[in-house]
């Protein structure tokens, strides 16, 4: 090889290095990984009911599909939208942030209503009479089981007539039962896992009760499934 060849070949190589240490510096200049990317696949399915939505007490099938088929499947619709923005997004290295901000905040509020809807239809179907560990517990937690219930239902009262979530949580921070005050599909205690979420919107009520939120509440109570309920206590519990 001649000399002006060999330079010209280390140039290159060095250009190259130069090249790789700048991008591994700057993340922005990094390469666009290839669609689709896992994290953003966008191909989240509705859950089915459990229950026949004609045999609920308090609830009709109306209110219950109109529910599960418009407010639910469309969180499950627009997150996997978003998740194919977000998708696209990771080829554009100048995608602006103030947009980008915008499509993750989405995402949040679609991912949490995804969420909550699919434990609310979980657990309904029941005889609402509460039994297992969780009622103990809740006994515990609360100095008795009706004294739970009544700061339940006091809680989600407070949300009447606007929009949110009543949720009893587990926080394992502190290791204790709450019932949390959400008021949207993002809000719930920093670490805790939800096992009963109630649905304050006035979607989940106004088409049976109105604005008569506390009878909305009885009829949530009457059909809720205490197993369902038990039974993601017990493994919230073992972490
Ligand atoms: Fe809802």
């Excluded at 922005?28 to 509705?46: D, E, L, M, Q």
């Excluded at 229950?51 to 088929?69: Q, Y």
């Amino acid at each position: 090889m001649k000399d002006v060849t060999r330079r010209g070949a280390l140039g290159v190589v060095t250009a190259a290095v130069a090249a790789t240490t700048a991008r591994a510096a700057d993340p922005a200049a990094a390469p666009v990984p290839a669609t689709p990317v896992p994290a953003f696949a966008g191909n989240h399915k509705p859950a089915a009911l459990k229950f026949d939505p004609t045999k609920l007490n308090g609830l009709s099938e109306k209110l219950i599909r109109s529910h599960w088929e418009n407010n639910y499947q469309g969180s499950v619709k627009a997150l996997n939208m978003i998740e194919g923005r977000l998708a696209a997004a990771m080829t554009d290295k100048d995608f602006p942030p103030v947009v980008y901000g915008g499509l993750k905040r989405e995402e949040l509020h679609r991912t949490g209503s995804v969420i909550l809807h699919e434990l609310y239809f979980e657990q309904l179907g029941g005889n609402g009479q509460a039994l297992g560990a969780i009622r103990d517990a809740l006994a515990v937690s609360y100095g008795s089981f009706a004294a739970w219930e009544a700061e339940f239902r006091r809680t989600a009262l407070a949300l009447a007539g606007g929009s949110g979530w009543c949720i009893l949580a587990l926080n394992h921070h502190t290791n204790t039962l709450h019932n949390y005050w959400a008021w949207d599909h993002t809000n719930g205690p920093a670490s805790g896992t939800p096992l009963i979420a109630l649905d304050m919107y006035e979607h989940a009520f106004h088409m049976d009760y109105g604005t008569a939120a506390a009878k909305y509440v009885d009829a949530f109570m009457r059909n809720l499934d205490w197993e369902v309920v038990d039974s993601r206590f017990q493994a919230a519990s073992r972490g």
